[in-house]
């Protein structure tokens, strides 16, 4: 069992950057793999990026690759995404999720692969 906290959203200017944190509990954390989603009001939940247990592994959707990292903690059991030059297309409400799926893009994208989620923690980008 695997129990998610983000954690780090607010209102931001676009330009400005944000970094979120996903807290999470259980003896296993260090084996699954970390998505972050993002849903925007009146839309489907979008996969943003993945780190893969070992962090050797990483995507990023093409709407945030170059602006957006992840990492993570395994001392701390905590994964983070850096959000630079945000724009108010970004505005959402952003998830954290765990895998224990394989490490294949076509299956990590999908939101219907994850086991674990967070509560959500809202970004707003404001123009």
């Known amino acids: 069992q695997v129990q998610l906290v983000e954690s780090g959203g607010g209102l931001v200017q676009a330009g400005g950057s944000l970094r979120l944190s996903c807290a999470a509990s259980g003896r296993t954390f260090s084996t699954y793999t970390m998505g972050w989603f993002r849903q925007a009001p009146g839309k489907e939940r979008e996969i943003v990026a993945y780190i893969s247990w070992s962090g050797a592994s990483t995507y990023y959707a093409d709407s945030v690759k170059g602006r957006f990292a992840c990492s993570r903690d395994k001392a701390n059991n905590t994964v983070f995404l850096q959000m630079n030059s945000l724009k108010p297309e970004d505005t959402a409400v952003y998830y954290c999720?765990?895998?224990?799926?394989?490490?294949?893009?076509?299956?990590?994208?999908?939101?219907?692969?994850?086991?674990?989620w967070g509560q959500g923690t809202q970004v707003t980008v404001s123009s």
């Open positions: 999720a765990a895998t224990r799926r394989p490490i294949v893009v076509r299956v990590l994208v999908n939101k219907d692969e994850y086991d674990y």
